[in-house]
């Protein structure tokens, strides 16, 4: 039986893939940076009004999770991003000893 999870893994990893795939996670986590930075101002900017203790605390929640999701998000695609520079650093020193 043909799988294709190993014809696909069979293509060799290079560091030029690596920077390439590092570029592109640091530009959407910059994107996401951004959006975050606004969600943060637009909700420091827009404070709940109410006398009801019940809806402060479920606006206070709800602010929280939606910045902490996109901070998340943003977190992760850096991560990614400074993981792949790693990676191609690592084949590329294994490249030069190899040879």
Do not use: D, R, W
């Not at 795939?21 to 404070?47: D, E, Q, R």
Request: glycine residues 8%.
């Amino acid at each position: 039986m043909n799988n294709p999870l190993k014809e696909s893994s069979s293509q060799e990893t290079n560091p030029f893939s690596c920077l390439i795939g590092s570029f592109l996670a640091g530009i959407l986590g910059y994107g996401l940076y951004m959006l975050t930075s606004s969600i943060i101002h637009s909700f420091n900017a827009k404070p709940i009004i109410s006398s009801n203790l019940l809806i402060i605390k479920l606006g206070s929640l709800v602010k929280t999770l939606v910045m902490g999701v996109a901070s998340l998000a943003t977190f992760m695609c850096f991560f990614i991003s400074f993981g792949l520079i790693l990676l191609a650093c690592q084949l590329f020193l294994n490249k030069i000893n190899h040879t």
